[in-house]
């Protein structure tokens, strides 16, 4: 066996030894959080509470994105087949970008619902508010850190960015019961329910942008489109190269296709082998298809209109 089938074979266990933690450690996380999201539910409203019921819209919409994420492992790990040749990578993309678009919506209706509730004062019970933020914190916590350890991939940033977000929630909560507990001033229940969301927007934006990034099949964030090209030029024996093409497969795999003008013709599988290897060593770029042509095209047309 070559070294770089071994090297291929290596990646693909890891790969699926990855997805096989990520969809237990899941289906942990679901189970925890659908459970207290009900129990959170029922609590904000005997409470009264706007950050409770805010916390547990969260634990809803990361129940959701937990059950979408695990069908989005199963998919993943099928084998490629005839009518998708490259695998279904793609399909964890799909769902951190639903979860994105989830996470977005509900920190509109909680910018909503505060507002109103700043508008019209309803009273809370501290005591309980307090109780139950207290329970939804211990939970979080364990989620979160179960998560941050065990699971890979966007899609387990993106169930950890919900839960994270749960978290900040549970701690405004908390901090909510005990300001009207002590104080008897409402507002700030509905206040620390959008700082919370205006603190998770942030990376929810983020995760929505990485996420649409790879749909698009736009150059990876950590790759210069300039440098591989130039480095694609430097080999020896190539004297020209246009038609570079870069994009993500997955989150964890990039391809690359790319026409390198040779004039004294292919140079053998060794050249490949090590093009390959650099490539991989450099820029992480896992799949790579070349097209040797024979001709006297000097410098480096990477794109059309686009010279270096």
């Known amino acids: 066996m070559s070294?770089?089938?071994?090297?291929?074979d290596r990646h693909a266990h890891r790969h699926r030894t990855d997805v096989h933690a990520t969809r237990r450690v899941l289906a942990i996380a679901l189970a925890?959080?659908?459970?207290?999201?009900l129990i959170e539910a029922l609590g904000g409203w005997l409470a009264g509470s706007l950050a409770l019921i805010s916390d547990a819209g969260h634990m809803v919409t990361d129940a959701a994105s937990f059950v979408v994420a695990l069908i989005a492992a199963a998919v993943t790990a099928r084998p490629p087949s005839e009518r998708a040749s490259y695998g279904y990578a793609?399909?964890?993309?799909?769902?951190?970008?639903?979860?994105?678009?989830?996470m977005l919506a509900l920190i509109v209706w909680i910018a909503v619902e505060a507002v109103l509730r700043l508008l019209t004062p309803a009273p809370v019970s501290g005591p309980t508010v307090m109780g139950v933020a207290g329970a939804g914190l211990a939970i979080n916590l364990t989620v979160a850190w179960?998560?941050?350890r065990h699971a890979h991939g966007i899609n387990a940033r993106g169930a950890l960015l919900h839960v994270l977000g749960d978290l900040l929630g549970s701690v405004a909560?908390?901090?909510?019961?005990?300001?009207?507990y002590w104080t008897g001033w409402t507002p700030i229940d509905p206040i620390l329910s959008l700082v919370v969301s205006l603190l998770i927007l942030r990376a929810t934006l983020a995760l929505l942008r990485e996420s649409t990034g790879v749909l698009m099949e736009r150059v990876p964030a950590h790759l210069s489109y300039e440098a591989v090209g130039q480095a694609l030029a430097k080999l020896p024996g190539v004297t020209g190269i246009h038609d570079l093409h870069i994009w993500p497969m997955s989150t964890a795999e990039t391809a690359l296709t790319a026409h390198l003008v040779m004039p004294e013709g292919h140079p053998g599988d060794a050249f490949l082998a090590d093009t390959a290897h650099r490539l991989a060593h450099h820029f992480r770029i896992n799949h790579m298809t070349l097209q040797i042509e024979v001709g006297q095209d000097s410098g480096c047309h990477l794109m059309p209109d686009h010279v270096v």
């Open 146 to 148: 179960t998560l941050s």
């Open 90 to 102: 793609r399909a964890e993309v799909i769902a951190a970008f639903v979860n994105a678009l989830a």
């Open 3 to 8: 070294k770089s089938h071994a090297a291929s």
């Open 32 to 37: 925890l959080t659908l459970a207290f999201a």
């Open 173 to 180: 909560a908390f901090i909510a019961g005990a300001v009207v």
